[in-house]
């Protein structure tokens, strides 16, 4: 089993940055695909980015692609989404998971979920 809880979520200008941190527990931790969810008033909760377990390949959706960057410490037991270049439109709460399956975008190929934590990005 895996525990995961998020930490590093705030409000950030238009423009700024922020790195956000989800921190594992349970020693197979370096066996899961790591996926990174937001999740906006009235919407649905959707596919952000994911890293493989290896930290060799990452996977992004259209709408962060050149801005986010997802990383992983296998040895520190966590992973990363370094936000840059935020726009009022990636306030939300974000969720990290994690997943036996890569690539993984979808929901239900995560087995594993964060409590989540707020970024609100003011204009």
């Known amino acids: 089993q895996v525990q995961l809880v998020e930490s590093g979520g705030g409000l950030v200008q238009a423009g700024g940055s922020l790195r956000l941190s989800c921190a594992a527990s349970?020693?197979?931790?370096?066996?899961?695909?790591m996926g990174w969810f937001r999740q906006a008033p009235g919407k649905d909760r959707e596919f952000v980015g994911a890293?493989?377990?290896?930290?060799?390949?990452?996977y992004y959706a259209d709408s962060v692609k050149g801005r986010f960057t997802i990383s992983r410490d296998n040895v520190e037991n966590t992973v990363y989404l370094q936000m840059n270049s935020l726009k009022p439109e990636d306030t939300a709460v974000y969720y990290c998971?994690?997943?036996?399956?890569?690539?993984?975008?979808?929901?239900?190929?995560?087995?594993?979920w964060g409590q989540g934590t707020q970024v609100t990005v003011s204009s």
């Open positions: 890293i493989r377990w290896s930290g060799t390949s990452t």
């Open positions: 349970g020693r197979t931790f370096s066996s899961y695909t």
């Open positions: 998971a994690a997943s036996l399956i890569f690539p993984a975008s979808g929901r239900r190929a995560y087995d594993y």
